[in-house]
C-alpha cells in the first residue's frame, strides 16, 4: 500500500491550497481516508476524515468552514482544499488510510500512512 501526499507549499495567511493524496495496493474505495497535521514540537492532530459509504465527512473544530475534504474514487485519490489558511495551520499534513468506520479522529485507527507533505503559512 502507498499513500503519496502532495500540494503543500508556502502561502500567505489567507491563501488557500489544495492537497492531494493518491492512494495504491489497496481498494481505495472502501476505505475510510483521514487527513492529519504534525506542527514541529507537536503531536500528530486530527484535521479531517471523508467515509468510503457516503462520502460524509467529519473535521477539527479549526478547520470547519474553511477545509474541505473530498475523494474520487476512480482516481483513488483524496483531497483536502484549505482556503482562508492561517499561520497556526503551519505543519506536515498527512493523509492516512483505515478499513474500520469507527474513530476516525483517533491516529492509532489508520493502518496506512503517507509520507506528509509540508504546508506553511506566512503572516
Known amino acids: 500500500v502507498q499513500l503519496q501526499a502532495s500540494g503543500g507549499g508556502l502561502v500567505q495567511a489567507g491563501g488557500s491550497l489544495r492537497l492531494s493524496c493518491a492512494a495504491s495496493?489497496?481498494?481505495?474505495?472502501?476505505?475510510?481516508m483521514g487527513w492529519f497535521r504534525q506542527a514541529s514540537g507537536k503531536e500528530r492532530e486530527f484535521v479531517a476524515a471523508?467515509?468510503?459509504?457516503?462520502?460524509?465527512?467529519y473535521y477539527e473544530d479549526s478547520v470547519k468552514d474553511r477545509f474541505t475534504a473530498s475523494r474520487d474514487n476512480a482516481e483513488s485519490t483524496v483531497y483536502l482544499q484549505m482556503n482562508s489558511l492561517k499561520p497556526e495551520d503551519t505543519a506536515v499534513y498527512y493523509c492516512?488510510?483505515?478499513?474500520?468506520?469507527?474513530?476516525?479522529?483517533?491516529?492509532?485507527?489508520?493502518?496506512?500512512w503517507g509520507q506528509g507533505t509540508q504546508v506553511t503559512v506566512s503572516s
Open positions: 471523508i467515509r468510503w459509504t457516503d462520502g460524509g465527512t
Open positions: 495496493g489497496l481498494t481505495f474505495s472502501r476505505y475510510n
Open positions: 492516512a488510510a483505515k478499513y474500520s468506520s469507527s474513530n476516525n479522529y483517533n491516529p492509532e485507527t489508520y493502518g496506512y
